[in-house]
């Protein structure tokens, strides 16, 4: 399988070149040449398969330069120590499911992708006698579990920006309880937007990525992605064998535009109405939303919300969906994206017919959001975390009669703990795991959100040859 950069002029990598580059040298990001198409007769065997085994069928038909034992190890690794046996179990709130993505190490849906891609990276570097330096930003929660993914693992240093206060306490605490030499925690004055182009520009400066080993765990890292294309494809075989077979509809909050687009390569993967529908949700900071409904991608200035990990305007994923919207034309993908760095704003109406027809999207409020929480505390004693209720509320709004609904939630509700016991009225108990992290001394550097400032930190404390 070949990479290929959404802007055409990167000559095509392996997998695993694809993996260790995270961002291609002419600043787009990497895809398949091809998606590979699941047939409706290999979709129904895969029906008895566990998580793991059904993430190797899914990965294998993207993977095909890691022998397949080692995939296998891989990925049994990486799922072993999470606390449900389904890795992504289902919750049935009468005819809305809810799809819980938040039982691994740092109870959010990023462990999903970076344990695997903590273990991908420690196998590749101990195989070919390399090096890393991560450099990531975090609007919240992948910080904390791309530092998990990776603590203590020899070969890697791991350096992550985050918006000083401007994620929760609690996912502060997470990050910045970690006590291992490898981890280097930075807060930066600004907003994630301004943390993730200090990221995209030093990714920019091939010179300097080349010489000191940079390797992206956002989602702009398309590991990231492949791993999260399992549990839609989990979720559907789940539905169907519940449902009789019928079609599957998903509301995805999303900030990024990294969990739905791995839910619209779930859509491409599978047979014909497999899914129904993309709900696209985002709370107050709505550029998605305004793209899907009205075809205007134009940046306005960052809210603060109560679901502080969609707290963002330029959406690192975008682009990959561009390619496919401008049916893979790289030329058109570059001049596009150029123009956006320059003007903030991209007028895509032309497009809208084709938008709309991958995707609907809404956003909720901050007040909507505490209702629904509210609502399904009192009516299913079931709590939901805020971008858990911006994902249901837009579930409400584009429900259609008969076609079950899936919403992913994206967090355990305890990481938003003061929001949470303010809709439900209650004092909700912190797992043992956080708990435990608030405990611990912190250690992290306050910074400029400045990419020489940044550079010259990681010339400092990063591994060098």
């Not at 990479?3 to 990598?13: D, E, F, I, N, V």
């Not at 273990?119 to 904390?144: K, P, V």
């Not at 206060?165 to 609690?170: A, C, D, G, T």
């Not at 009192?378 to 209720?389: I, M």
Request: with cysteine.
């Amino acid at each position: 399988m070949q990479y290929l950069s959404t802007r055409g002029t990167t000559a095509p990598l392996t997998f695993t070149g694809a993996i260790k580059t995270g961002l291609a040298e002419d600043g787009g990001l990497l895809l398949p040449r091809a998606v590979p198409r699941i047939d409706r007769a290999t979709f129904e065997a895969w029906q008895e398969l566990s998580y793991c085994e059904l993430a190797f069928e899914i990965m294998s038909r993207y993977i095909d330069d890691i022998p397949a034992t080692d995939l296998k190890k891989l990925i049994n690794d990486s799922y072993a120590g999470f606390a449900h046996p389904e890795v992504t179990p289902h919750v049935h709130l009468d005819n809305l499911h809810i799809l819980e993505l938040f039982h691994g190490p740092t109870l959010a849906f990023k462990d999903i992708a970076l344990q695997f891609l903590g273990n991908l990276f420690s196998y590749l570097l101990a195989r070919d006698n390399e090096y890393m330096n991560i450099l990531g930003a975090t609007s919240g929660d992948t910080g904390s579990a791309a530092i998990y993914s990776v603590k203590g693992k020899e070969r890697i240093r791991i350096f992550i920006l985050h918006p000083h206060k401007r994620i929760s306490e609690i996912q502060e605490k997470q990050m910045t309880a970690v006590a291992d030499a490898n981890v280097f925690n930075i807060a930066v004055s600004g907003t994630f937007d301004d943390a993730q182009a200090t990221v995209k520009t030093i990714f920019g400066d091939i010179a300097f990525k080349n010489q000191h080993r940079l390797g992206a765990i956002n989602s702009i890292n398309w590991a990231r992605l492949l791993a999260q294309v399992v549990y839609y494809v989990y979720s559907c075989l789940h539905i169907a064998s519940h449902e009789k077979n019928r079609a599957t509809a998903f509301a995805v909050p999303t900030g990024n535009f990294g969990d739905i687009f791995a839910g619209y390569i779930a859509k491409k993967m599978l047979p014909e109405g497999c899914i129904s529908k993309l709900v696209l949700a985002t709370n107050a900071n709505d550029i998605l939303a305004r793209f899907v409904n009205f075809g205007d991608y134009t940046l306005n200035k960052v809210v603060s919300t109560l679901s502080p990990s969609m707290d963002i305007q330029a959406a690192s994923n975008f682009e990959r969906y561009l390619y496919y919207l401008m049916d893979r034309e790289p030329d058109l993908v570059r001049e596009a994206m150029l123009k956006f760095k320059v003007d903030g704003k991209l007028h895509l109406q032309d497009y809208l017919g084709h938008i709309k027809r991958d995707f609907v999207a809404s956003a909720a409020t901050d007040e909507e959001v505490l209702e629904t929480i509210e609502k399904y505390y009192k009516k299913y004693h079931y709590t939901l975390d805020p971008h858990t209720a911006v994902g249901v509320r837009a579930a409400e709004r584009h429900r259609d009669q008969g076609v079950p609904m899936v919403c992913l939630a994206t967090a355990h509700p305890a990481k938003f703990k003061p929001t949470v016991d303010r809709a439900t009225g209650t004092e909700l108990e912190l797992p043992p795991a956080l708990a435990e992290a608030i405990s611990r001394p912190t250690r992290c550097e306050n910074m400029d959100c400045d990419p020489e400032t940044i550079m010259g930190y990681i010339k400092t404390h990063g591994l060098n040859s």
